[in-house]
């Protein structure tokens, strides 16, 4: 079994704190609060997918606004522009369309397993969506298993650095981590043969580039769900595409 290692900068006590990775195998602790905790905005909207496969949240609260597939393990960061047409399009980092609503409200959703659209229909308020607060210790865990989802793919050991911050900030460098192994997975496998370190940092804006073996992930934790970049983003780091 490949044992990464997990170096966890605890920021405000200013020590390192390094542990090898056991391949622990909990479950997705990357839980999504749709907003039981959250107040209900008109800003936030659920809608339904017409073939019946499930229900998105369109939360419009911030900017770039937020989609969430119900039963989906990432939520993207769209930003809106004006369709072709007329109406709106909201695009991903990598300027995927994910949704298109028209002047008359009518709204295309483009999953990943309906890439010709689908349409969708609004069905009442949502909460604002947020992450779960996570520990010191939550990140130490959900590193390693980063660390050892890299190394099954790769054969190597694998390092992963990431501060620690606090419950709240933790959650998206948490998340970016569930991103990070997202994309790794979906990434050519000859361009992860030399990845050896994934490095977690705070900046003024999301970012993902890799060199010399060091996947470099650049969040800004105050922006929620919008500060750090999608998993799409990474795999095309790691791919080499810009």
Not at 68 to 97: F, I, K, P
Not at 109 to 137: C, K, N, R, W
Not at 176 to 189: S, V
């Amino acid at each position: 079994m490949n044992r990464g290692i997990v170096v966890l900068l605890l920021a405000a006590a200013g020590a390192w704190v390094v542990a090898a990775g056991d391949g622990l195998g909990q479950p997705n602790p990357f839980s999504r609060l749709t907003g039981r905790e959250q107040p209900v905005e008109a800003s936030a909207v659920w809608y339904e997918r017409a073939d019946r496969r499930g229900r998105i949240v369109v939360d419009r609260s911030g900017n770039p606004a937020l989609i969430w597939q119900e039963g989906s393990q990432e939520v993207h960061a769209v930003y809106v522009n004006r369709a072709s047409g007329g109406g709106e399009v909201m695009l991903s980092d990598t300027d995927r369309a994910l949704l298109r609503v028209s002047n008359l409200g009518g709204a295309t959703y483009f999953p990943s397993d309906a890439p010709d659209g689908v349409i969708v229909e609004q069905i009442g308020p949502a909460h604002t969506l947020v992450a779960a607060p996570a520990s010191a210790q939550d990140l130490q865990r959900i590193a390693r298993e980063l660390a050892d989802g890299i190394g099954r793919l790769n054969r190597n050991q694998v390092t992963v650095e990431v501060p620690s911050l606090g419950p709240v900030d933790n959650a998206y460098l948490a998340d970016a981590m569930l991103l990070a192994l997202m994309g790794a997975e979906r990434a050519q496998r000859r361009h992860i043969r030399d990845l050896r370190t994934v490095r977690i940092e705070t900046g003024a804006r999301p970012h993902a580039h890799m060199a010399g073996g060091t996947l470099t992930i650049t969040i800004e934790p105050g922006r929620g769900y919008a500060g750090r970049p999608s998993s799409d983003y990474i795999r095309r780091a790691i791919d080499g595409a810009r």
